[in-house]
């Protein structure tokens, strides 16, 4: 299992140089790959793209920008143009978001998502590959062309955690990105659905990128009620509460990866087991020195690297 930096969720740098900063500070100290959210701060491609000026190596994964406020020929230039800015390093993972975000504020309908999803991939994917697009939809219509960037297409990665979206993610993307799913979703819900679409369709067995908050402590107490204060928001959203309910989790708290550093490895290592890929690790402070408690989980996470 791949293990990559998480920011967007908690732990960015409040300025956009900042968090460029942290792309680099990420491959110097040898994590794999370096995520960012789509939310309400710093356009997420924007980051990747300058961040390719300072790294040479390490893979940049959104995780994930939302498809409902961007027209897919728009992402499409997006993302190709990010392409070329990181050498090639760009994983592009897109997600429907939540009902209440669409339609509360953005002003959108969520009706069909599945649907919507569908014809956004068909349209986006065809203009990742080929700089072309003629299709007309329920959801989407678009004709014309772009100007591909670069010849090599990003990886594109689907969040999903509905059956129909994680079949639709295994046969026509390379995988999933998940959040809020512990190793029982993954090992009974997520992985078998996804890698048997994977398989139906004569697709590379899909990546299973599975973003968790992640904090190393002795006071395991003071760790969950951590976490409870900064993800509680998470389960009420519908989707994630229902892989909390396939957890048997009351709330995110309990799906996040708390304790020292020999029970920190088993927990990665259970997710490992389970099928996840790579791990995208949203690191959260515990006690009253943030620095120290942040220091210290990604000195563990360091050491992991290649051997989980």
Known sequence: MRIGLFIGTIGAATTLQGQVQQSAEAEADGFESFWTAQVAGI?????????????????????????????????????????????????????????????????????????????YLTILQSLLTTGSVDFHGEHYSASGEIARMTDTPPSVCVAALAPRMLRMAGSRADGTITWMAGPRTLETHIVPRISSAAEDAGRPAPRVCVGLPIAVTDNTQAGFEAAAGHFQRYGTLPSYRRMLDIEGAESPAEVAIIGNEAEVEDRLKALSSAGATEFLASIFPVGDDEDASVARTRELLKSLIGRV
């Open 43 to 119: 356009d997420a491609l924007t980051l990747l793209a300058l961040s390719g000026g300072v790294t040479k190596s390490i893979e940049m994964g959104t995780a994930v920008v939302p498809t409902y406020p961007r027209h897919p020929m728009a992402l499409a230039q997006q993302a190709l143009t990010t392409q070329a800015a990181t050498g090639g390093r760009l994983l592009l993972g897109i997600g429907l978001s939540h009902r209440p975000v669409v339609e509360d504020r953005w002003g959108m309908s969520f009706h069909a998502p599945a649907g919507h999803m569908d014809e």
